[in-house]
Nanobody
Framework: QVQLVESGGGSVQAGNSLRLSCEVS????????MGWFRRAPGKGREFVAS????GFVDSVGGRFSISRDNARSMVYLQMNSLKPEDTGVYYC?????????????????WGQGTQVTVSS
């Protein structure tokens, strides 16, 4: 059974950084794109970043960077220059394909999420 466990969330002031981690178990990690999504209070799930064999994409103008350690089955999200609007629950997701995707329906396994709160 595939499991994704996020960690690294917390409360920080605007301008600071956080690094989220996601550990994947129970599945072949290689060959699948990985993604990060978030859900802000009162809003729908939003794409943040995705990484696959061919590279990565993100939606936050370069403030965040996604990386993966295939040997450890880990995915990371480095978040810099955090803003209050980055507040939300961040979810790690495992994709069905090897290519990056911004679409949540291209991901078939999800973690429970980790809370990120950024105060001004």
């Amino acid at each position: 059974q595939v499991q994704l466990v996020e960690s690294g969330g917390g409360s920080v002031q605007a301008g600071n950084s956080l690094r989220l981690s996601c550990e994947v178990s129970g599945s072949t990690f290689l060959g699948h794109a990985m993604g990060w999504f978030r859900r802000a209070p009162g809003k729908g799930r939003e794409f943040v970043a995705s990484i696959g064999w061919s590279g990565f994409v993100d939606s936050v103008g370069g403030r965040f960077s996604i990386s993966r350690d295939n040997a450890r089955s880990m995915v990371y999200l480095q978040m810099n220059s955090l803003k209050p609007e980055d507040t939300g629950v961040y979810y790690c997701a495992a994709g069905m394909y090897s290519s990056t995707s911004r679409r949540d329906y291209d991901y078939n396994h999800w973690g429970q999420g980790t809370q990120v709160t950024v105060s001004s």
